[in-house]
């Protein structure tokens, strides 16, 4: 507690940023007046057979099967969508670095002395976008090169439900696909639009492009992109604060998930868990601080060259003035569709980041090839498969999982058992000293089936493709765990242990019943 921090917040101040608020917009000119939208002047309008309002997995759809389809493609932002340009690829080649430079640890515990020498960020920096700029750039080029298809870099909303209005420009569509992603969430927070100290407060569309490795860094938020960023930062120099309203990091994941990275990640990185952000103000030397209150009112301030904002996205649904073609969205303003990718207007279908909660590029890319599909075939539609979607963080140590959290088990009231299965009861984990990493299993042992699995430790992202692929395809515990050879001695082998180990706890549960 700095006993001098309550003195520099007055109390209205303190309420107007702690109270709940819509979300501020993150950037980008909204074409919005008032309550309404601004009706541009037209200029010659076009129309067309579909109509795709982002570049991302949206971009996916199109292929020679379009080829005698007139098409738009709209995106004011990137070309590319948030996946090729400002996530999970740049900043997986981000946690590659990170994962050499973490690795001095590691060593350490086999016998080998490494000394981590530094991280040259800059050059880290330009090489990753000396790779993935390009790709933008190309994909942009390839689009407008084609003759059915005219690129529009302007913003979009609609003006009927079959009418769009871009830039000055207004043009139909027979088809439409919203496909216009998410950004992050910026809270109503004191301090945090302040121009005076813009270039030092970032997001995770910005700070990979940052000029060099921030001393001290100030993580907002206890999700995957905090944990993530986490890891990169401070495994290449930099001092990590985390500040997190909820009580661990990665609260949604299966409680002894979260419990055992928050332990690990504690190691690396300061966590002040269990405080409220209220503002961020600079102090006389011209630094940022940010200022929290914990639940016994106790204020908190934490110093920071760079201050990452990751509490969270949202859907860009609120830019594209659904209320006038109809279009439902749920109360957190995600596009409502069916399983047929549809909106409520018949005619204009979602994808991506602004109808799927979870942010995953996966499920974006699955549902555009339904989408695909069904633009091209109305008459034999398609349904996207939701039922078993993983996840994984590339954080240190990894995480990944796919179906039910324990608690989510209890709280249905569904009968299940539990196995956890650690590395260090596997060869490649003895090799590995590794001591701290499992894989939990949760199963139903009536139809012998998997119901969730989490791991956490090295290789979790590869590992859980195991257990996707046995509930997909509704296999049992018992064959998934003896109907195949395991590679000895590698890393698999703990999966293979976890699924004996679940049909063992199976076994003993239809016993007793």
């Known amino acids: 507690m700095l006993s001098g921090a309550a003195s520099r917040i007055n109390t209205d101040r303190r309420e107007r940023a702690r109270r709940r608020a819509p979300v501020r917009d993150c950037g980008g000119s909204r074409m919005e007046v008032g309550s309404g939208w601004k009706t541009v002047p037209m200029t010659t309008g076009d129309s067309f057979d579909i109509a795709i309002i982002g570049s991302g997995s949206g971009n996916t759809i199109l292929g020679k099967e379009y080829a005698d389809k007139k098409v738009a493609i709209i995106d004011s932002g990137t070309f590319g969508g948030t996946c090729l340009n400002y996530g999970c690829i740049p900043s997986k080649m981000y946690v590659i670095p990170a994962d050499f430079a973490s690795s001095v ?66 043009i139909t569509a027979e088809q439409i696909v919203l496909a216009a992603g998410s950004r992050p969430r910026v809270p109503h927070l004191f301090g945090i639009d302040d121009p005076r100290w813009s270039d030092r407060i970032h997001t995770s569309d910005t700070i990979m492009r940052i000029d060099e490795l921030p001393e001290r860094l100030v993580i907002l938020g206890g999700g995957f992109i905090a944990a993530e960023f986490a890891h990169i930062f401070s495994a290449l120099g930099s001092k990590v604060t985390i500040i997190n309203r909820s009580g661990r990091m990665l609260r949604r994941e299966d409680l002894d998930i979260s419990r055992q990275f928050t332990e690990e990640l504690a190691w690396r990185a300061s966590l002040r868990m269990s405080e409220e952000t209220v503002a961020i103000e600079e102090d006389a030397g011209g630094h940022l601080t940010v200022v929290t209150v914990d639940s016994y009112g106790v204020d908190y301030m934490y110093p920071g060259d760079i201050v990452l904002n990751a509490t969270g996205r949202i859907p860009n649904s609120d830019r ?29 279908w979602a994808l991506g980041d602004i109808c799927y909660p979870g942010f995953l590029k996966h499920v974006a890319n699955a549902e555009a090839r339904v989408v695909r599909h069904n633009l091209l075939h109305p008459d034999s539609l398609v349904a996207a498969d939701h ?11 990894q995480v990944a999982a796919v179906g039910a959290t324990e608690q989510e088990l209890r709280q249905s009231e569904t009968h299940y058992v539990s196995f956890t299965q650690k590395y260090s009861d596997v060869a490649y984990g003895w090799a590995m000293e590794d001591d701290s990493h499992f894989v939990k299993l949760l199963g139903d ?41 395991w590679i000895h001695p590698a890393l698999p082998e703990v999966m ?18």
């Open 320 to 348: 594209l003035n659904l209320p006038a073609a109809g279009v439902a969205v749920d109360d957190d303003g995600f596009v409502t569709v069916d399983q047929y990718q549809r909106s409520s207007v018949g005619h204009i």
């Open 105 to 170: 640890g590691d060593a350490a515990r086999v016998d080998v002395d490494l000394e981590l020498a530094g991280a040259d960020f800059r050059a880290i920096r330009d090489r990753i976008f000396s790779r993935i700029d390009p790709i933008s750039r190309s994909g942009l080029a390839f689009r407008q090169g084609l003759d059915n298809t005219t690129v529009f870099t302007e913003e979009a909303h609609f003006v009927d439900p079959h009418t769009l209005q871009v830039g000055s420009r207004q």
């Open 387 to 397: 039922r078993f979607v993983p996840h994984a963080v590339f954080s240190s140590p």
């Open 445 to 485: 042992p009536v139809t012998r089936t998997l119901l969730g699995a989490h791991i956490i430790g090295p290789q979790a992202s590869t590992l859980i493709q195991t257990a996707i692929q046995t509930m997909t395809f509704g296999q049992r515990v018992d064959d998934v765990a003896r109907g195949q050879y």
């Open 496 to 513: 293979e242990n976890a699924l004996l180990g679940l049909a063992g706890e199976m076994d003993t549960a239809g016993k007793e019943a």
